[in-house]
C-alpha cells in the first residue's frame, strides 16, 4: 500500500536548521504534486511549501526566504531543508502526496524550536 513516511524531526534552538525527508513507496512519485503541512497544538492544521511535478514551488508567507522545499523523483522523496527556526515553527509536520482526487498522508514528524 502507499506509505509516506516522514524523518528528520526533533529538538532545535532557535536560529538552527533541519531537514525533513519524506520517503514515498507504492506511488508513481514523479506525477504527484507533494506538500508539507504543520499543526501546531491548538491550530489549524496549514499549508507550508508544495512542490509540483515541473517543480514550481510555493511557500506560505511565514517560511518565505528561510524553507526550501525540494524532490527528488530517483529516490521517490520530498525534503523541507529548514533554516532560521523560530519558536513559532514548532509543530508536526506532515507530508501529502496529492495527484487529482489522490491524496496520501504522512504520520508526521515533530519539530520542536526551544532555547
Known amino acids: 500500500q502507499v506509505q509516506l513516511v516522514e524523518s528528520g524531526g526533533g529538538l532545535v534552538q532557535p536560529g538552527g536548521s533541519l531537514r525533513l525527508s519524506c520517503a514515498a513507496s507504492?506511488?508513481?512519485?514523479?506525477?504527484?504534486?507533494m506538500v508539507w503541512h504543520r499543526q501546531a497544538p491548538g491550530k489549524q492544521r496549514e499549508l507550508v511549501a508544495s512542490i509540483t511535478p515541473g517543480r514550481t514551488t510555493t511557500y506560505v508567507e511565514s517560511v518565505k526566504g528561510r524553507f526550501t522545499i525540494s524532490r527528488d523523483n530517483a529516490k521517490n522523496t520530498l525534503y523541507l531543508q529548514m533554516n532560521s527556526l523560530k519558536i513559532e515553527d514548532t509543530a508536526v509536520y506532515y507530508c501529502?502526496?496529492?495527484?487529482?482526487?489522490?491524496?496520501?498522508w504522512g504520520q508526521g514528524t515533530q519539530v520542536t524550536v526551544s532555547s
Open positions: 501529502n502526496a496529492k495527484y487529482y482526487t489522490r491524496a496520501y
Open positions: 507504492a506511488i508513481s512519485f514523479s506525477i504527484y504534486t
